[in-house]
């Protein structure tokens, strides 16, 4: 039953009201154990299935003769339709070929362990029948509430049901934003308040009549209608109210970009959300969950047929998972209630793949190695008798069958296929490497697995950096070993570097060999804005009993622009004996938004 929305809103000032007046305690600090038992699940399934359905359906990408690039999910936006004329889609939305359970069971048998469905995208129209709106479901010759039998299905097949719900809302008269086209251009005092009220009332809806919801994924944060305190108020809000669920960074205004992750401060939100994206490194203690399409629109689209291969998101699952992330991988169905044709292919295949490999992804914790292997990844797990066990996935099989990786301390238990155990794959030491003879297998068309077990936990010492033919030691951002949870290797801009450094506990540092002792000469290749010079860095090496044996104080100088490099000596670095050290970069303090982006270091002795 839906009031005409005035009284619908003196029942919303009447419940913020008594809220007030009783307002029950915010929820507590949530204790290291609490919040590891609430993200356990999510931690452990690596993978799901986002769901875009909804209106935007039905013109799938046109809208008279307007034909959407990408994202047909925002055609209203990109054709400007009108709100009155988009709302009349209602009138014709009636997902007739609709099957959840064929939904479900197909996210299953590709390891999809939870569904993240649009309940209301930025259009503002409700997938359930909502007693706040009449833009919903029950207003569409369908009639019937489209998650009720999603939530039956996800529950007969242990599948964890989530929620996407758009914060941004064109429809709403309140929603504070307005561009001409939106349903909110001519209410002159759009009320936020009475739009938050609005949006609990329906998430109380969502959280309450669908059984336990796994994860409340926000989005539309970005605009100015939306405000940090709102978002902190929302997390509390359903934090309090709903202890288990998790709730992504988007509900506050944290998120830095498609990059996704949470920017430094207060910001809200239990997990970082890349989008369209995969972080170039794992980020330790951080969790995160990249969401991508298989072609390029979210909503569904009749024109867009540039689908991924099954290798790409194959490859992409491992790539995620070898990081320590989640893969939140997206379908948009038809208007008619059909997930197309070219998505349930690519599940189809992936599911065989998962058959033999589910192991090697589900419950698995990002690779031990500072990074990806020129031939594939490696996740691992920590076995029953405290030994580890890494799953080597091989993208490109080596012509000579042989595997090599550096650094592994530990002893070698067993390797083999994991597709086959019986067949034993045969390693030895070479140089410091170990080499592991791969067998007469076929290798997938998409990743291999090799498992390696190796005694007790992970022991991966970094490969130390030496001097080239030319005596000069060159330590690139790549090679960098990162202490923190927001510096980050970039590589998409003009040439790899150490970014994010907004946290000057935070250091970066490389493994090195010297062959000459005595003082060596610095060049540093770094960018740094005008606005955030001075800060006081130390480049310092440590011996392997991680003692400063010397030290290169050094204050940042302006380079023109994060984007702006210079390489210039910044002074001598005394090296007392010929040996393996760590050298480190140490800031003493931050003056502007970072500290400096590393791009190389090259280190020669001075009397050279
Ligand atoms: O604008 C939305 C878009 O339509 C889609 O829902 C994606 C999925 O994460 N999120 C926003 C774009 O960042």
Redesign the pocket.
Known sequence: MKFPYPIRGLFALVAAATLAAGAAPRATAESVAERDARMAWFREARFGM?I?WGLYAIPAGQWNGFQSKN?A??IQSQAKVPAAEYAKLKEKFNPVKYNAEAWVKLAKDAGMKYIVI?TK??DGFCLWDSAETDFDIASTPYGKDLLKPLAEACQRHGIRLCF?H?IMDWHHPDWGDKQPWRGNAENPAPDMDRYTNYMKAQLKELMTNYGPIGIAWF??EWENAWTHERGKDLYQHLRQNYPQLIINNRVDKGRQG?AGMTKEGEFKGDYG?P?QEIPDDGLPGVDWES?MTMNNT??YSAHDQTWKSTETIVRNLIDIASKGGNYLL?VGPTAEGEIPAPSVKSLQELGEWIKTNAEAIHGTLATPFPRAFPWGRCTRRTLPDGNTRLYLHVFDWPADKRLELTGVSNDVLRAAPLADPSKVVATTRENGKLVLSLPDVSPSPHATVITLDLAGAPNIQPIAIRPGVDGVLVLNAEDAKLDGTTLRLETRGKESNIGHWSNPAETIAFPVYFEKSGPHAVVLRWSCPADSVGSAVEVRLLDKDKQTVSSLPWKVAATGGWQTYKTEPIGVLAVPAPGTYTLKLVALDKKGQGVLNFATARLQPAED
Request: proline share 0%.
């Open positions: 986002f875009h994202n999910e925002w649009t995208h930025h996407y758009s989005d539309g498609m959300t989008e969401c979210w909503g997206n």
